[in-house]
């Protein structure tokens, strides 16, 4: 069985600081790992994926994240939060032979200060 | 990239009305399609897997016969909420993936049902 835990519903920060989204995932297989946003009324789009490879990903609007085995964990960061980066964030798990079936945390919402 | 396009983006009906989504492929095949059903400020709850000339595989507590899923071709894959209920408004999103997975959902633009 596999899940994801997202610690903090709603996240707030000030525009220019650190974005740190939480994501905790438990998997009996080797995981695959995305995030994914979503703006309001629209569906998700991706923003990073972890398959196999170099643990630390890169995705688009200058988001990362590192896949951490020992704590089973897939944090999101940004550098400096900007104001179009408020949406809801997911995080999600699959694997090889779960049929492309992915788990979705409930969601983190993040809110910029200006 | 990959894109998936829903159909209507938003729908109101009466209630005891019957309403279809269309969920497309537009540059891919997907022999399987998913769809979910958002909450107000809730996750994704996958309803059921939509694969191309079968039956689809809905997940439990997903009323068969309240959601009808229909997978007709490669790039299409229709929801019809039949006799629906105010209770049954919700956003109602789809995905697929390329073949060879797993590799990345391709999300539709999502539809807004509301039942007045």
Redesign the interface.
């Known amino acids: 069985a596999q899940s994801v835990t997202q610690l903090g519903s709603h996240v707030s920060v000030s525009e220019g600081a650190l974005v740190l989204l939480r994501c905790n995932y438990s998997s009996s297989v080797p995981p695959y790992l995305f995030w994914y946003v979503q703006y309001p009324n629209q569906g998700l789009q991706l923003l990073l994926k972890y398959t196999t490879g170099a643990t630390l990903v890169k995705g688009i609007n200058g988001f990362e994240a590192e896949f951490k085995k020992s704590e089973t964990s897939f944090h999101l960061t940004k550098p400096s939060a900007h104001m179009s980066d408020a949406a809801e964030y997911f995080c999600a798990v699959t694997s090889l032979g779960a049929g492309n079936q992915f788990y979705f945390g409930t969601g983190t919402s993040l809110t910029v200060i200006p | 990239g990959a894109v ?1 396009s ?1 159909h209507p ?1 938003r729908v109101i009906c009466k209630s005891g009305t019957s309403v279809k989504i269309e969920c497309r492929s537009l540059d891919f095949q997907a022999t ?1 399609m ?1 769809w979910y059903r958002q909450f107000p ?4 709850m ?1 309803m059921a ?1 939509s694969n191309e000339g079968s039956k689809a595989t809905y997940e439990q507590g997903v009323e068969k016969d309240k959601f009808l899923i229909n997978h007709a071709s490669l790039t299409l894959s229709t929801l019809t909420v039949t006799s629906a209920h105010p209770e049954d408004s919700s ?1 109602y ?1 789809c ?1 697929a ?1 390329l073949a060879g ?10 539809s ?1 049902l509301t039942v007045l």
């Open positions: 998936v829903q983006s399987t998913f400020k809730k996750s994704l996958l897997t956003f999103i995905s993936s997975g797993p590799g990345e959902l391709f999300f539709g633009e999502g807004r």
